[in-house]
């Protein structure tokens, strides 16, 4: 399985929430209510986490449904608080709209106990993404699509000049419904799969930059398609590499090149070309000055007693006799990790080879000695790569790399993923463990 077998699914995912999102992020900016599509994706995050409090896992039909009736609400919200002469700023009821479904969502989350699911509603798991999500996320945008096209004119109207719309005799609450309900429509589908906040910069990312560069429409689309286009696919193949976490390392691409994307701009349209480069030179070499100097603050304070508060010196004093008695003992517990493999194994390693796997420390320490036994003893390998998938939980670069070598060895992959997590796993990693135990060994998860 190669680069292009694993990312395919979420280079086009991306690329279709890039087609809509920057449509939609145009629309925001004209508004000029920058932080409608946090505030909504925020809500579907919430009907998400509500869902779960009933029982509903955040990655069914169920939960879309409820993440959409939140957005829906939203949307009624938002299209009720735009007035005609308004004293307040819509943007304003939007921010605290987003606080508010923010600590609800917290609230919601401390009685569910679902921590780890609010942390993929917020980063998603686009990673994970299959290729039937993506047609059906396709097939829902272009929809979207149809209805932004038919009504093009009254959407741009409201969005552009809401006053010459009022003049018109328009509904503008009406429109206005209308274009958050299926703004909502959208974020429903998208936060569930890439998280509150790669959602937002996807909206507002290539949006700012296309505004940079020109007023015009149909402009401002081309560029936003081409930017997001290029900076997503850069951002995914980095966080590939460098086994990093996707959405936010798309995030930080993003800020990186809007900044560079700025500067240039601003070159290009300065009168005095090489006067302003040399001050962006100036203003460079003072950040990373800034920079360098936090780090070095940051080090000589971390030194210091003024780092360490009253509870860390009770805690250490406390502790000391403890920490030099675990530092003492790490081959006692090296010995009992070693124990526990060997019941795992079940007498299928020999004592020897597992003292070596025990002494790995990382995951491509590991991986990489199962390649050379499995070289040498292919049961034993298969063996210990079927521990590596099962007890270690490797990332996915560690887990698509452990499939093929099974797959290459084995001549089987027992309907093992490696683009979802353990759990969806379980029945072909059972499968892996009845094969070479010869049924000997204890089911999938009885260690955990």
């Not at 939007?94 to 479904?101: D, E, K, N, P």
């Not at 000049?161 to 429903?188: C, H, Q």
Request: proline content about 3%; hydrophobic content about 50%.
């Amino acid at each position: 399985m190669n680069i292009f077998d694993i990312m395919a699914a979420p280079f086009a995912e991306c690329m279709v929430l890039v087609a809509i999102h920057t449509y939609l992020g145009i629309h925001v900016l004209r508004r000029r209510v920058i932080f409608v599509d946090l505030a909504l994706a925020q809500t579907a995050a919430l009907g998400t986490t509500v869902g779960f409090l009933f029982g509903i896992m955040p990655d069914t039909t169920a939960a879309l449904i409820f993440s959409m009736i939140f957005t829906f609400v939203g949307a009624a919200i938002f299209a009720l608080t735009r007035i005609r002469g308004e004293r307040v700023p819509q943007e304003a009821v939007i921010g605290l709209f987003y606080a508010i479904m923010a600590a609800s969502a917290v609230l919601v989350v401390q009685k569910t106990h679902g921590a780890e699911h609010m942390d993929d509603i917020l980063v998603g798991s686009i990673l994970w993404v299959k290729w039937a999500d993506v047609g059906i996320a396709a097939a829902a945008y272009a929809f979207i699509g149809v209805v932004h096209y038919i009504f093009r004119k009254q959407f741009l109207l409201i969005s552009e000049n809401p006053d010459e719309a009022y003049k018109r005799g328009m509904n503008v609450k009406a429109w206005d419904f209308l274009f958050y309900l299926t703004f909502g429509f959208v974020i429903s589908f998208s936060v569930r799969v890439a998280g509150v906040l790669l959602v937002f910069v996807f909206l507002v990312a290539p949006a700012i930059m296309a505004f940079m560069i020109t007023n015009r429409l149909k402009p401002q689309l081309l560029i936003g398609w081409t930017m997001g286009t290029i900076v997503t696919v850069l951002g995914l193949l980095i966080s590939f590499v460098a086994d990093l976490p996707s959405g936010p390392t798309v995030i930080s691409f993003y800020g990186i090149v809007l900044v560079i994307g700025a500067l240039a701009v601003y070159i290009y349209r300065a009168q005095q070309k090489l006067l302003v480069t040399r001050w962006i030179g100036i203003g460079s070499a003072l950040t990373a000055a800034a920079a360098v100097g936090i780090f070095g603050v940051g080090s000589w304070l971390s030194n210091t007693s003024l780092a360490q508060s009253e509870h860390h010196h009770h805690a250490a004093h406390q502790h000391s006799a403890e920490i030099k008695s675990v530092a003492s003992n790490v081959e006692v517990r090296l010995a009992g990790a070693t124990d526990e493999m060997k019941q795992w194994f079940n007498g299928t390693v020999t004592p020897e080879v597992i003292a070596r796997y025990a002494e790995q420390e990382d995951h491509d320490s590991r991986l990489e000695m199962i390649r050379g036994e499995v070289e040498t003893d292919v049961k034993q390998g298969l063996a210990l790569l079927v521990h590596f998938l099962d007890v270690e939980r490797p990332s996915l670069f560690f887990r698509s790399e452990a499939a093929d070598l099974l797959k290459q060895k084995s001549g089987r992959d027992f309907g093992y993923d490696p683009q979802v997590g353990r759990g969806k796993n379980r029945a072909a990693l059972q499968a892996m463990r009845n094969e070479l135990f010869k049924g000997d060994a204890p089911p999938v998860g009885a260690s955990d």
